[in-house]
Each structure stands twice: as C-alpha cells, then as structure tokens.
C-alpha cells in the first residue's frame, strides 16, 4: 500500500503539468466561437488545488466558460460579485454562461482557499 502512495506523490507533479501546461491551448485559456452565439467559450482546469490557468484573459460581453475538474477532491466555481457558486465533481465538466464585464473579476473554489484562486481578466 505504501509503494502505491509514494508512486501517486511521484506521478502526481507529471500529471499536473501535462495537464496545466506543456503546450496545451486548456493553460492559457482556450477560446471559440461557437455558430450561432455570439459570445466565445473559453476553458478553466481545476487541480487539485489550483486553476489553470490562474488568470484567464476574456472577451467582455457573454461568455460560455467550460470548467473541468481534473483533480481528485470535488472543486468550486465561484463569482461572488456575479452570484455564481458552482461545484464541480472530481472528473466532472460543467458549462457557466455569464456575461464578462471589462476588467478583472476575482473567481474562487470555495472549499480549497486561500490557492485555489484566479481572475477573467475581461478587454
């Protein structure tokens, strides 16, 4: 049982940056239009315990962010100046609709604080 631990803290960083990084359109925010709307749709990782990536660069006006929790442990979406509170299961994908305003709106997992939080960053 032991080696399996140490083997899962040995993997565990890897798998975090494959995930979060080398490359991957999901760490920096991913973004496209879908036909017949006219906001974009951008995705959001959640790890265990951070987002990626940690600032999210967005159009202003609606948007559609796709959230995907890759971690273990269950994650929360939340806007609290925009009402928004939203889990998001471990291996679970949800959808948010919301409108960005111009600027940077802080976004949170209420349950891992204070690191897991993040900013749309909306131009």
Sequence with gaps: M???????????PLVI????????????GSSESKPGESGKTYSLAATDNAFGPKTLSVESGPITLVIENTGVAIHNFSIPSLNI???VAAGETVELE??????MTEFLCKYHLPEMKGALDAS
């Excluded at 032991?2 to 565990?12: A, D, F, I, T």
């Design 98 to 103: 919301l409108t960005a305003s111009s600027g």
């Design 17 to 28: 940056a494959l995930l979060t990084g080398c490359g991957s359109n999901a760490a920096e």
């Design 85 to 87: 509170d939203k889990d």
């Design 2 to 12: 032991k080696r399996r631990h140490k083997l899962m803290y040995l993997l565990l």
